[in-house]
């Protein structure tokens, strides 16, 4: 009993007076919830930071003042991201700390330099987040959307990362992009956001990356092209469609909750020929036109026009990927990778290449359902 | 300081018990000096009656008794009454002794014994028994007319229950044993009962169901309370010091309570139960860790509003042994584990606070731990008070003076609070004390120290062995039946026949 006691007390005198001590409490650390990443124009990284108060944060509950922001935006510059991050803290009493960093936002400028050796070191860092929301921003640098005020929530951060849930995509996660990076059949596809004349930032769809030369931008798909895009890499939850119909003289609008994709890979006279079917069930929302959806001919009329027109745009999209930008954003190459795997590896080398004399086929299956919503107008 | 101990020691074994020396002799015939020695005994004992009284002008009798331990109205009817009255019938016959003639013919009484032990003598007197002694003659007659005031039965105060008998123990053995004995209908109901303690001749009683009880439980606790030599037992709890297996373990390896319904169910399962005259707590053994987070109105109440009772009980109790340590390691250790809005608000009151978070919520541990001690202790009356003082003090003005953060305030009564939930009292001492040394450990080595303290609880758990049956079965060692008691009570037509719950 007395050398258990004994060891117990040497035990604890031990632990407290090695010094191997990290407890830190929150008033130690600054809490950021976004990071960027830039080059200025003479070529030095810039990072920048958006750094919460706590103390304004909590005096604007109590007294409802506004004359104090609850965040700050730092940044610095440096030769490399560790020298650029040790010019942030020097500028902060306490410890910058990564943990809740919701947003990560990389500068066009960087992007088209090449990001690859930087973003690296970046994230990491053991406590830097991988659950933070990776965005490009368009025509301008991080610090500036991170200065941007916003409507509904305390940082523009928070506005940031519930922005892609609520135009109906699956968040982009700084993890999902590193998977993206790693993967050999796969080219990154970041969502972007642009900074409007009005001081607001905008989504802007998303930026095509060429992984293969030092993760490097070479171009944009709009709103439109990336929901599509999405839809095909089953990265989509929510969309809604407006096809006009010519022969009615008006418009059908359908909003699609069930989307499913599937991708074939098949082998004919020596030629990979991929075949993408997308399908989704919805419910009309809005119908312009004089059919009535209730009638079961109307309602082929409107499924079959809503599919090839649907059909048509998403050929176009990929055709526009294969030819102008030659990147595989759709993970044709994993499926490839995934359904014939000895042909992947004599395909590997080469796919940039091969994915843009690819022979893809696509097949939309539209389906309308809860017809009774919303038939036909009410004026005649 | 040694000799002190050595002198005192001596001291102690000299008065060991004062009462049987000196007196250990045989009754004289001549009752005027025997009437001294018993008078010298009882030295400035104000409550020692003698009566003397003459039959026939010749038969001298005595009659020695404690004033408020006897029934006086059998005393004159049955004994004085016969005896004065009718007087002793002429020629005596067969009967050659007054003794004789009044077992046989006068006394009214059920129990009468024939003693000629001065030492024997005084014991029963003082235990309420009427003392007789004739002259001439050698033996005494104590004759059983005891009679004193007891308390009637109560609710049991400390342990409510929705269900169920509302019955309590009362202190005195005979209506507890009397109380066990209209539960359960059956001569395989065993009370064995032992006398402990020199001064306080405390009587226990061990009562178990033959059959059911585990033998090795039971021989383990008679060659236990056959070993305890101390001069007092006043309460159950001074048993449960002497035959616990370990002094150091937090855990009581011995569960004790009031209500004759939750002893009964204890019997029927085949547990033993010792009841100590002049305490209504009862101790239950073997204990295990699981029936202290039992109610005892588990087995009334329908079986799927129980089951999940259970759950929020044990949810809570690992709460109320975690929630301070974790918060601890959590907020100083590990804020990324914490959901962002969440930590930039405690960041947000965190940021007025003077002390750090771990004396922050060691000090209100402390007040919380001291708040609750007073309000046990104090008049009915002023226990509101105390509360609502304790509330405002603590809850308000504490946080809005900025000496406290008010997570902090919320964490520990939330803790506080789930300690309440245990419904065994006695079950929620420890829950509440390994509190503190898992509050340092995780504000030395944040998550790893919690862990590192769950798991000594544990290997402590495994260890414990009170009485030969482990204390966390039927988890360790695992037995399947009696596993599923643990997580699901069981509606009892399902329960196979043998394991049967009362």
């Known amino acids: 009993m007395k050398r258990t006691t004994n060891l117990c007390i040497a035990f604890l005198f031990l632990s407290v007076t090695t010094g191997c001590w990290n407890l830190e409490e929150p008033d130690q650390l600054s809490f950021v919830t976004g990071a960027g990443l830039d080059l200025t124009e003479d070529g030095k990284l810039e990072a920048s930071y958006l750094v919460v108060l706590p103390a304004s944060l909590g005096s604007g509950q109590i007294s409802g003042g506004e004359n104090k922001n609850s965040f700050q935006v730092m940044s610095a510059t440096g030769k490399n991201v560790s020298d650029a991050m040790v010019n942030v803290q020097s500028k902060l009493s306490r410890k910058v700390f990564s943990g809740h960093r919701d947003i990560f936002l990389v500068g066009q400028r960087l992007a088209e330099h090449g990001m690859g050796k930087t973003i690296d070191p970046f994230l990491r860092i053991p406590k830097s987040e991988m659950r933070s929301m990776i965005y490009v921003v368009k025509n301008g640098k991080p610090k ?33 992009f590193v998977v993206d990076v790693l993967s050999e059949g796969k080219q990154p596809l970041v969502p972007v956001v642009g900074l409007n004349p009005s001081g607001h930032y905008s989504y802007r769809g998303s930026g095509i990356f060429n992984k293969a030369d030092n993760v490097k931008l070479v171009g944009f798909l709009n709103m439109k092209e990336t929901a599509y895009a999405r839809w095909i890499t089953n990265d989509l939850t929510r969309v809604t469609l407006t096809s006009s119909i010519p022969k009615e003289d008006g ?15 098949q082998k004919i006279d020596e030629q990979l020929q991929i075949t993408v079917q997308l399908s989704g069930k919805g419910t009309i929302i809005e119908n312009t036109t004089n059919l009535d959806p209730t009638k079961q001919k109307d309602l082929q009329l409107i499924q079959d026009e809503l599919n090839q027109k649907n059909q048509k745009l998403v050929h176009k999209i990929i055709k526009k990927v294969q030819e102008e930008y030659k990147m595989d954003i759709f993970g044709f190459g994993e499926q490839v990778h995934q359904q014939s795997p000895q042909q992947w590896k004599s395909l590997k080398q080469n796919w940039t290449e091969t994915f843009s004399q690819l022979n893809v086929s696509v097949k939309v299956d539209l389906q309308c359902t809860n017809l009774g919503q919303t038939d036909s107008s009410i004026y005649p | 300081m040694g000799l002190f101990k050595k002198s005192y020691i001596k001291n102690k074994s000299k008065t060991n018990n004062p009462s049987k020396e000196n007196i250990s002799q045989n009754i004289d015939k001549n009752i005027i000096k025997n009437e001294q020695i018993l008078k010298d005994i009882f030295q400035n004992c104000s409550d020692i009656m003698y009566r003397k009284i003459t039959i026939h002008g010749q038969n001298k009798l005595l009659l020695i008794y404690v004033d408020g331990m006897v029934d006086v109205d059998i005393i004159i009817s049955n004994i004085l009454k016969p005896l004065m009255y009718e007087g002793l019938p002429q020629g ?69 229950s929705l269900r169920g008998s509302r019955e309590s123990f009362t202190e005195s ?20 009962s032992t006398t402990i303690g020199n001064l306080t001749q405390t009587e226990i009683a061990v009562a178990y169901i033959e059959g059911t009880v585990s033998m090795t439980v039971l021989n383990k606790i008679r060659e236990r309370l056959d070993r305890i030599q101390t001069d007092r037992i006043l309460e159950s709890g001074n048993i449960e010091e002497f035959i616990e297996e370990t002094h150091f373990s937090p855990f009581p390896q011995l569960l004790n309570s009031e209500r004759p319904d939750v002893v009964a169910s204890s019997l029927l399962e085949g547990r033993v ?81 003077p002390f750090p978070t771990v004396i922050e919520v060691l000090m209100m541990e402390i007040v919380f731990e001291g708040l609750q001690e007073a309000g046990i202790r104090l008049p009915k009356q002023i226990g509101p008070l105390v509360s609502i003082v304790g509330a405002l003090v603590i809850g308000e003005a504490a946080v809005n003076a900025g000496i406290i953060s008010a997570p902090v305030v919320i964490i ?36 790893f120290g919690i862990a590192i303290g769950i798991i000594v609880i544990i290997i402590h758990l495994i260890h414990l062995n009170p009485f030969g049956a482990p204390y966390l079965y039927p988890v360790t060692p695992f037995n399947k039946r009696d596993f599923k008691d643990v997580w699901i009570r069981w509606p009892r037509k399902l329960v196979k026949k043998g394991g049967d719950k009362a």
């Not at chain 2, 959590?330 to 965190?350: C, D, K, Y």
């Open chain 2, 273 to 353: 139960a010792i009841l100590t005259n002049g305490s209504p707590s009862t101790l239950i053994a073997p204990m295990t860790f699981w029936a202290g987070l039992q109610a005892p109105d588990d087995y009334h109440q329908r079986f799927i509003f129980v089951s999940l009772v259970r759950w929020i009980r044990y949810v809570f109790t690992i709460i109320s042994v975690l929630l301070p340590s974790l918060y601890i390691a959590l907020t100083n250790f590990h804020p990324e584990m914490i959901p962002p809005v969440l930590m930039l608000n405690i960041a947000i009151l965190r940021e007025s606070a």
């Open chain 1, 144 to 176: 500036d959307v991170f200065s941007i005020v916003p409507f509904f929530d305390r940082f523009i951060t928070t506005s940031l990362s519930d922005e892609q849930k609520a135009i109906g995509l699956k968040p982009y996660l700084a993890r999902e």
């Open chain 1, 251 to 265: 418009s059908i609008s359908l909003t699609l909750h069930s989307l499913d994709q599937n991708i074939h890979v």
């Open chain 2, 412 to 447: 520990v009564s939330t803790a506080g609070i789930a300690s309440f939930i245990i419904p065994r009292y006695s079950f929620g001492f420890p829950m509440r004390m390994l509190r503190f040394p898992l509050l340092l450990l995780s504000g030395i080595f944040g998550l």
């Open chain 2, 92 to 160: 005596l016959g067969s009967i050659d002794s007054v003794a004789q003639m009044c077992e046989e013919k006068h006394l009214s009484a059920l129990q009468i014994k024939k003693l000629s032990d001065f030492g024997d003598i005084t014991d029963h007197i003082l235990k309420g028994n009427l003392a007789i002694l004739a002259d001439k003659e050698t033996t005494a007659l104590v004759v059983d007319v005891k009679k004193f005031e007891t308390r009637s039965i109560d609710e049991p105060a400390n342990e409510p």
């Open chain 2, 173 to 192: 053995l005979r209506t507890n044993t009397t109380m066990l004995r209209r539960i359960i209908v059956t001569p395989k109901l065993k009370i064995e």
